[in-house]
Nanobody, 118 residues
Framework: QVHLVESGGGLVQAGGSLRLSCAAS???????????MGWYRQAPGKQRELVAH???????LYADSVKDRFTISRDNAKNTVYLQMNSLKPEDTAVYYC?????????WGQGTQVTVSS
């Protein structure tokens, strides 16, 4: 089992930046078997959508809407994934969820609210 705890959300003005963090804890075997870390978001009235995911330091995937503004990274020693969000826009407002995959199972964090004011 893997337990995910997110932090770093909040209220920011358009054009500002935020950094989200998500730390994994739980079974050492499951933690060491994590092969994918990522972030999704869900805005009110919309479906949850992929923001970015990372499977290795150089293997990343971004939604078109966040390319060149957001950067995903991971620190395997800390079992943590980060999402650096720059040039934030009001349309980035959503609950952001961390996700990790290990041994065929997908785990989700509780979500952290990001609100971008215009």
């Amino acid at each position: 089992q893997v337990h995910l705890v997110e932090s770093g959300g909040g209220l920011v003005q358009a054009g500002g930046s935020l950094r989200l963090s998500c730390a994994a804890s739980g079974s050492i075997f499951s933690i060491n078997s994590i092969n994918l870390m990522g972030w999704y978001r869900q805005a009110p009235g919309k479906q949850r959508e992929l923001v970015a995911h990372i499977t290795s330091p150089s293997n990343t995937l971004y939604a078109d809407s966040v390319k060149d503004r957001f950067t995903i990274s991971r620190d395997n020693a800390k079992n943590t994934v980060y999402l650096q969000m720059n040039s934030l826009k009001p349309e980035d407002t959503a609950v952001y969820y961390c996700t990790m995959q290990s041994l065929g199972l997908t785990y989700w964090g509780q979500g952290t609210q990001v609100t971008v004011s215009s």
